[in-house]
């Protein structure tokens, strides 16, 4: 089956930084990749996706990149507010199943 | 549009019963898929409905089954619970088969004691 990985596990930047959320797969057969936000207690929210044809998807301060070649994509938050603090989930989609990554604990320092 | 509810919220069985959860997608929705999601396993598919039909099946063993309904709302049964079910459910919806754009319901805690 398809096989996720995510980095790092936590992240802590100053307000206003940029913040870059990594993730490999091992299926090439994947083809589709939504990033989620997930504040505590809250339910997983969709917040960008990419699909395998197209390289790079940006939407106001987030944007994600997806390299097919090397099997990896990546999350983009810029300017990074305190309200962009939560878990960040990567995951891949092979024929309707999807995998999730182990998740990124966002912090952001005022 | 109002989003994508489960009932329950919160659940606590004993080991050995067997429960049913439930979710009601978006409307328009005819795909619903189901999650576990637990500190140590992270989110992990269960399976995917769509029409009625199980689509697309994870690796969990057969106590957790489902249903889908003609109007799209779906059940997840476990049978026999164990500890290690205690969890949260959630399921997701999304217009077509494929596990395109979901959106997720806010889930049902399992507490199995």
């Known amino acids: 089956g398809e096989n996720v990985e995510q980095h ?27 990033w989620y936000k997930q504040e505590l207690g809250k339910r997983p929210q969709l917040i960008i996706d990419i699909r395998s044809n197209v390289g790079e998807k940006k939407d106001q301060r987030i944007a994600v990149t997806l390299n ?4 990896h994509f990546s999350l ?27 998740g990124t604990r966002l912090t952001i320092i005022p | ?21 439930s979710c009601s997608p978006i409307s328009g929705h005819r795909s619903v898929s189901w999650y576990q999601q637990t500190p140590g396993q992270g989110l992990q598919f269960l399976f995917e ?16 089954s489902g ?13 026999t619970l164990e500890l290690g079910d205690s969890a949260l459910y959630l399921c997701a919806s999304s217009l077509w088969q494929g596990g395109l754009e979901q959106f997720f319901g806010p889930g049902t805690r399992l507490t199995v004691l």
């Not at chain 1, 097919?68 to 099997?71: I, Q």
């Not at chain 1, 983009?76 to 309707?96: G, L």
Request: aromatic letters at 12%.
């Open chain 1, 8 to 34: 790092p596990s936590t992240l802590s930047v100053q307000e206003g930084d940029s913040a870059v959320i990594k993730c490999t797969y091992s299926d090439s057969a994947s083809n589709y990749f939504p």
């Open chain 1, 68 to 71: 097919k070649t090397a099997k």
């Open chain 1, 76 to 102: 983009h938050i810029t300017e990074t507010q305190p309200e962009d603090s939560a878990v960040y989930f990567c995951a891949a989609i092979k024929v309707s199943e999807l995998t999730f990554g182990t």
């Open chain 2, 1 to 21: 549009k109002a989003g994508v509810t489960q009932t329950p919220r919160y659940l606590i069985k004993t080991r050995g019963q067997q429960v049913t959860l």
């Open chain 2, 49 to 64: 409905y769509f029409s009625e039909t199980q689509r697309n099946k994870g690796n969990f063993p057969g106590r957790f």
């Open chain 2, 67 to 79: 249903r889908q309904f003609s109007n799209s709302r779906s059940e997840m049964n476990v049978s």
